[in-house]
């Protein structure tokens, strides 16, 4: 936090004394980069809002962000980047040389969900598109990745036109799937990190519903859950209904194992620690005088660190494998406990970095519009961006989207907003877009600017 004490301390003197700014332009740099920072996002304003509403209007689904992309690619290309596209099937990598400094990756995610929008803002999305197995589905920006995308476009305007202040390489990339967590490691997978410059560091924001539009949410360590999907297949050994005695009656095992998993997080887990074992769904049998073979459940886990996590995997598997054996079920009958790909480690935010980019954020957005925000259940494929042998420092925060009005009569009522995921969520794009556009900058100007490092004893 010192620099930041002395930056304003020395903008404190600066201010108070007129002669001194004018006689020393270049040392007032910090102040008169915001302010050309702000007018250039002013100016953009009104190109990211139509930019932003036709995403809006025709959201795409996961892996299958062929316009978005083009888009992207488009933007970035008339900017001066190198662009390659199809990086991880719809993945867009753009890279900006910009002389000797750090290498930042900036990432938006492209993907919008399989639901029917009804937030009734006039731009709403009536769309019905085909998601990545074929099947039409109605599409929504519900998570705001729209606003992301429109975000990274100004982020690029702003950046590409500011060239003399920063310097180093600046890599965006956009993102495609991130709502089934598998576009980030796709797009690992084919070189992000091999085929393009190394990054010293990786960002990204989220627009939220949980905070009022334009407020920036950050936390050090971990800041969204780790997720796991699991499925259990329960079998057992199938009959007639009116002769129990001669089967292993799969649905009354399942139901024991869905009442012992409610005992993990009350009794294993230590307190304190946060975990989510649901069970969402449970099928099983056809008909009432039947004893089925078979019981499929369906969890998910959520967590907040990985050793919490191996802990509830494994006392999931010991729960099915014990109960399955103390109802007798055959050795070659145990239940079959299964990871699917729908899985995500926690989301930590590397503290320095976290630091630096909150102290730029109190600067540039003023500390009344910066809030420490604890984590949340929900998760996020970003956290792959840190988690390959590099160990890459990474920090993502959240852009606030909720009307303030609504976010705070939600405060006196009770009724909570209109979540991310919702049909009926709508971030306001003002200040929502320019909160996104100017945090992004600022973190950028803050890694690769040469604003600090032109105060007055500098030179
Ligand atoms: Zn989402
Ligand atoms: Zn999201």
């Known amino acids: 936090m010192k620099p930041t004490h002395i930056t304003r301390a020395l903008h404190a003197v600066l201010l108070a004394n007129t002669i001194h700014i004018a006689s020393v332009a270049v040392a007032a740099a910090p102040e008169e980069l915001r302010s050309?920072?702000?007018?250039?996002v002013e100016a953009e304003y009104s190109s990211l809002f139509s930019i932003y509403t036709n995403l809006h209007a025709h959201p795409e689904l996961s892996f299958m962000e062929v316009k978005t992309a083009a888009l992207v690619a488009g933007e970035l290309r008339g900017l001066g980047f190198t662009v390659t596209e199809r990086v991880g099937k719809t993945g867009v990598v753009g890279v900006l040389n910009n002389g000797a400094g750090p290498t930042v990756l900036v990432r938006a995610d492209m993907d919008g969900l399989p639901i029917k929008e009804n937030s009734g803002v006039p731009y709403a999305?009536?769309?019905?598109?085909?998601?990545?197995s074929g099947e039409d589905q109605p599409a929504m920006h519900g998570c705001a990745h729209d606003t992301h995308i429109a975000g990274l476009i100004g982020t690029a305007r702003v950046l590409a036109s500011l060239k003399d202040r920063w310097s180093g390489t600046l890599v965006l990339i956009a993102q495609p799937a991130e709502e089934i967590v598998a576009g980030a490691r796709a797009m690992l997978k084919e070189g992000l990190y091999t085929r393009f410059p190394k990054p010293d560091f990786a960002i990204a924001l989220h627009t939220t519903s949980i905070l009022p539009a334009g407020v920036i949410g950050y936390g050090e360590g971990p800041f969204l859950a780790s997720v796991n999907s699991m499925d259990i297949l329960v079998r057992g050994v199938g009959g007639h209904g009116s002769a129990p005695?001669?089967?292993?009656?799969?649905?009354v095992l399942a139901s024991q194992i869905v009442l012992a998993l409610q005992t993990i997080v009350s009794r294993e887990v230590k307190p304190g620690a946060t975990a989510v074992v649901t069970v969402g769904t449970i099928r099983g049998?056809?008909?009432?005088?039947?004893?089925?073979?078979?019981?499929?459940l369906e969890l998910t886990l959520r967590a907040f660190d990985d050793k919490v996590m191996e802990q509830l995997i494994a006392s999931i598997r010991r729960i099915c494998e014990g109960l399955a054996r103390a109802a007798g079920v055959p050795d070659n009958r145990l239940p079959v406990v299964t990871l699917t790909p729908e899985s995500v480690g926690v989301t930590s935010n590397d503290p320095a970095l976290t630091r630096r980019l909150t102290a730029a954020f109190n600067e540039w957005l003023g500390t009344d519009r910066v809030k420490l925000h604890p984590p949340i259940t929900g998760a996020e494929d970003f956290s792959e961006f840190g988690r390959t042998a590099e160990k890459l420092p990474i920090c993502m925060w959240w852009v606030g989207g909720t009307d303030p009005a609504k976010f705070a009569e939600s405060g006196r009522t009770g009724v909570p907003v209109p979540s991310n995921h919702s049909a009926t969520f709508a971030p306001v794009p003002e200040p929502t877009l320019k909160a996104c556009v100017t945090s992004m900058t600022a973190a950028v100007l803050e890694l690769m600017g040469n604003a600090r490092t032109a105060q007055p004893k500098a030179r």
């Not at 999305?125 to 990545?132: E, G, L, P």
């Open 36 to 40: 050309l920072v702000t007018g250039r």
């Open 125 to 132: 999305s009536t769309d019905v598109v085909k998601d990545i």
């Open 245 to 251: 005695h001669t089967t292993k009656d799969p649905i």
């Open 285 to 296: 049998g056809l008909k009432r005088n039947v004893i089925s073979d078979e019981v499929k």
